[in-house]
């Protein structure tokens, strides 16, 4: 692009000195060819964001403020009810059960996988034979089916020809209706979300720990810093960005768990391991008569948890930029 020139001139005043007559209009801005390339490029994106993400959640959360039967649902005119929806699910009685299940299974499938994944992530990182091999049968978990994972949990806990009640037995333990009892339903459950949710805490940790440079390590050594001493002083406040990631995604994806919870117990017995989001299915597509309104609503719940807490994970990076 050849520069612009602007030129100006100059007049005589009554005292002989010279004026510069003001500057003329600007030249024309030209638009960058990159701009437009760049727009080429975004555009797919935001398509299927709005597509896939914005259009869905309006849906959801029109459905929530609608009172939908099978014939409005398919042909319309669905009368509008407000927050009545969310009063139905707030005032429900089993809405405190369920939400307190929720909780109880995303923390303690949180706990558990961090540092199951922490611990893996620790042992891994120390070069020894087969460690490739050995991360890479880690990852069979995460990278199977849900479906498959949750039914191969479903025959390993069934009461009465389960591998668990099998092993149990030889060392003297009474069968456990793992499936079957409102005592180890949910407990069930998380045994199945943490084997699962394991390889994923171990491969982004691990990725983690490449990054610590070693001589931060001798450096501690020479110092003559424990092992211990070493991973709270070094190794766990170097990692505390990607721990907060991996813990924000766990608990995002934790929350909406819902193949793993139905294929194995359907929420049950008696509700001891239903969560929102199977609650959700039920009330959506699990009833003779469904009440999508209500299940939307239960489903925005949902939204409105994970929304919480990625604003307290962006509120806390700010705080520890700013220091």
Known sequence: MTPTTRTTT?????GGA??????????????????WLAWGFLAPTVVYLLAFYA???????ELSLREYTVRSFVQGGAPFAGLDNYRTVLTDPAFWPTLTHTLVFTGASLVFQFTIGMALALFFRQNFPLSGTLRALILVPWLLPLIVSAST?????????????????VVGIDPVNWLTSPTWSLTSVIIANVWIGIPFNLVVLYSGL???PVEVYEASALDGASGWQRFWSITFPLLRPVSAITLLLGLIYTLKVFDIIWIMTRGGPT??????ATWSYR?????????????????????VMALIAGLV???????????
């Not at 100059?10 to 009554?14: F, M, N």
């Not at 390993?156 to 668990?164: I, T």
């Not at 994970?313 to 220091?323: A, E, F, L, P």
């Open 283 to 303: 009330l959506g597509f699990g009833n003779m008569l469904p009440e999508f309104g209500p299940g939307a609503a239960v489903g925005n719940l949902l939204i």
């Open 55 to 61: 259009y869905p959640l309006y849906r959801n959360v």
């Open 210 to 212: 490449q990054a610590i």
């Open 18 to 35: 010279a004026e510069a007559a003001p500057p003329g209009p600007p030249a024309p801005r030209t638009r960058r060819p990159g701009r």
């Open 10 to 14: 100059t007049t005589r005043g009554h």
């Open 313 to 323: 994970y962006i509120r806390s990076q700010r705080r520890q930029y700013q220091q």
């Open 153 to 169: 949990w479903s025959w390993l806990l069934n009461s009465d020809s389960g591998l668990v009640n099998a092993a149990l037995g």
């Open 271 to 276: 509700g001891s391991s239903a969560t929102l």
